[in-house]
């Protein structure tokens, strides 16, 4: 199983990204999916999620009105849209994908791709 995140990088504050996660070696439809971040020297923290079908999603309170997850099945991927960036989203963002829930709970998830880094300037 691969999960393979990309869409990192710089941004000034207020900018935009959007990160992509490609899943490979699982029956992507079949599990939810989530972001979580690390940001140096902190834990690692929920940050949003979808089920498996995109009925539910879930948010941390710091990212509600800002972040957007969704999903598309047909391609094997899940997104994470950021708008109105802050310099405390700086963190390697990692994506997941479990078949358990709550969705919050990182233990509730099976597998783990490498992270990738958001670097938001003041």
């Known amino acids: 199983v691969q999960l393979q995140a990309s869409g990192g990088g710089l941004v000034q504050a207020g900018g935009s990204l959007r990160l992509s996660c490609a899943a490979s070696?699982?029956?992507?439809?079949?599990?939810?999916t989530g972001w979580f971040r690390q940001a140096p020297g902190k834990e690692r923290e929920f940050v949003a999620a979808?089920?498996?079908?995109?009925?539910?999603?879930s948010y941390a309170d710091s990212v509600k009105g800002r972040f957007t997850i969704s999903r598309d099945n047909g391609k094997n991927t899940v997104y994470l849209q950021m708008n109105s960036l802050k310099p405390d989203d700086t963190a390697s963002y990692y994506c997941?994908?479990?078949?358990?829930?709550?969705?919050?709970?990182?233990?509730?998830?099976?597998?783990w791709g490498r992270g990738t880094l958001v670097t938001v300037s003041s």
């Open positions: 997941a994908a479990g078949r358990s829930s709550p969705l919050t709970e990182h233990s509730n998830y099976d597998y």
């Open positions: 979808v089920s498996w079908n995109g009925y539910r999603t």
């Open positions: 070696g699982l029956t992507f439809s079949r599990y939810n």
